[in-house]
């Protein structure tokens, strides 16, 4: 890293600036000085200092910083991906437990072109490394915490919620596991919760065996703990039970729960080791288990995103070619060939979706009738659904962090000219909570905002070779029950839908 003294002085000597070297990415210095950092263009200015950096045989340095599955799993498959895709060559040297370089060089000239340092150990270590100017990009499991966002504020970084500060890099999911001769097969979301806060303590209340049951998680620190915690037991307000067996790694964990005949533990979707996972179900909805076009449209209640969270400074060419390159296809199949699920847009035809048709039929009743299914079928039977599904935050008319990024990825779709000529249906639908007429009204409006924010993004996007157009149905096609906070959640929903 570079943290050393530098004075940067402009052409004709009337401007001097003294500080501590922060980076600097071939064209651009980044300085801490009395008046805060500063950004500074190279070609306007002389250095002079220990930590002047060699302009003519730059390498340019990106660090990356958060959680181990990230780092050790799908980052270090991406960076091979991005070297292959512009012909260069990689090196991975393990600089200690949980550092790791990757040099990336011209094979022709054996020039080393960039380094990039991946440390992978937890969500809070990458949020407390970028604080500390020792990571310029955060790997999450989790959202930013909103003290962690005030930090980053009061440092310079930005707001690391707002647009284009935090990426969705690939989709997860956390999945209830079992060992392999357990009898159930499946469990509600709202017993799972109460299970991992200890209220349901023997199996026999899950129509299992009369045995106590065991539970298994992460370490409290590890992002994939705290998802657990923010997605599963804050919306009963309560804590992890007491007595819960810790492990340092996913595939620890998964081992001990295949182990265990008692044990039950949640998990990545990519760390299921010999484990046998849960399918998540509830009395008014089919069982949705974590397939990849499940978690894809967030179907699957428990759908948790990998984030990269991005402080507002610029990076160096390569770490912006690199960003560039994750968002492309090819990236996305190296998700894919990860274990991950990947973001890539996938249409599904009206025949496999007689589950969905089915349970709306098996919840039809006074408010939603025979007229309001007719009309759902007769406007969806001639178009295909996109997995592209937009979802909100609990209790907010805000977009969940996987819809947002579901905003930019379907902008530049249209931008690139991928829908023209065709028609997006943007279809909202709703929780059965209040009157069914509100409902739809209310399904409408987002529909509308998901149409409006979408066409927002899309900039350059040649709307006249794109029809557009919006409708909703309310509660009928409900996914899960009700009678659940993450039931009403999974209701309240947009589909995209493609003709």
Not at 19 to 48: I, M, N, W
Not at 87 to 103: E, I, K, P, Y
Not at 345 to 360: L, S, T, Y
Request: proline share 5%.
């Amino acid at each position: 890293m570079w943290a050393q003294d530098v004075t940067l002085t402009s052409r004709d000597g009337s401007v001097q600036i003294d500080g501590t070297l922060l980076g600097y990415d071939g064209e651009f210095y980044r300085v801490e000085t009395v008046y805060g950092e500063l950004t500074v263009d190279g070609s306007g200015v002389a250095c002079d200092g220990p930590g002047c950096p060699n302009l003519e045989d730059f390498v340019a340095e990106l660090s990356l910083s958060g959680a181990a599955i990230i780092g050790e799993v799908l980052m270090p498959a991406l960076i091979q991906g991005f070297a292959l895709r512009d012909g260069l060559t990689v090196t991975q040297t393990a600089l200690d437990d949980v550092r790791d370089l990757f040099t990336l060089s011209n094979p022709a000239t054996g020039q080393t072109l960039a380094r990039i340092t991946l440390r992978s150990t937890n969500t809070d270590e990458g949020f407390a490394d970028l604080l500390a100017n020792e990571a310029d990009i955060v790997m999450a499991l989790r959202e930013v915490r909103e003290t962690e966002a005030a930090l980053a504020r009061e440092a310079g970084l930005g707001d690391l919620r707002g647009r284009g500060r935090v990426r969705v890099l690939a989709l997860d999911a956390l999945v209830p596991i079992v060992a392999p001769d357990n009898p159930l097969d499946r469990i509600a979301t709202p017993d799972l919760a109460e299970v991992l806060a200890g209220r349901i303590a023997n199996w026999a209340d899950l129509g299992g065996p009369d045995a106590p049951i065991t539970l298994h998680l992460r370490e409290a620190e590890s992002g994939l703990a705290q998802a657990v915690v923010d997605r599963l037991l804050q919306p009963i307000a309560s804590g992890i039970a007491e007595g819960v067996q810790r492990h340092p790694t996913d595939v620890a964990l998964a081992e001990a729960v295949a182990r265990d005949p008692f044990g039950l533990g949640v998990t990545s979707s990519a760390a299921l080791g010999a484990a046998k996972p849960l399918a998540l179900t509830g009395n008014c909805g089919f069982a949705l288990s974590a397939t990849r076009k499940a978690v894809k449209t967030e179907d699957y209640p428990l759908s948790a995103p990998l984030f990269l969270y991005l402080p507002a400074r610029r990076l160096p060419q390569v770490g912006r070619d690199f960003l560039s390159y994750l968002r492309s296809a090819p990236a996305q199949l190296v998700v894919r060939r990860a274990g991950f699920t990947d973001q890539a847009p996938e249409d599904v035809p009206i025949d496999a979706q007689g589950d969905r048709f089915a349970n709306a039929i098996a919840q039809a009743g006074p408010e939603v009738g025979l007229d309001e299914l007719q009309r759902m079928v007769r406007l969806l039977m001639p178009l295909k659904r996109v997995t592209t599904t937009f979802r909100f935050e609990v209790g907010s008319a805000r977009l969940d962090p996987q819809s947002r990024s579901n905003v930019e990825q379907l902008a530049r779709a249209l931008e690139a000219g991928q829908y023209d000529t065709r028609t997006l249906v943007f279809v909202g639908f709703s929780d059965g909570d209040g009157p069914a007429d509100a409902n739809r009204a209310i399904a409408l409006r987002r529909a509308e905002a998901v149409r409006d924010a979408v066409r927002r993004a899309a900039e350059t996007a040649n709307f006249d070779r794109i029809a557009i157009e919006v409708d909703a149905f309310g509660e009928a096609m409900p996914m899960a029950c009700d009678d659940s906070a993450w039931g009403r959640q999974v209701n309240r929903r947009v589909e995209v839908w493609l003709r």
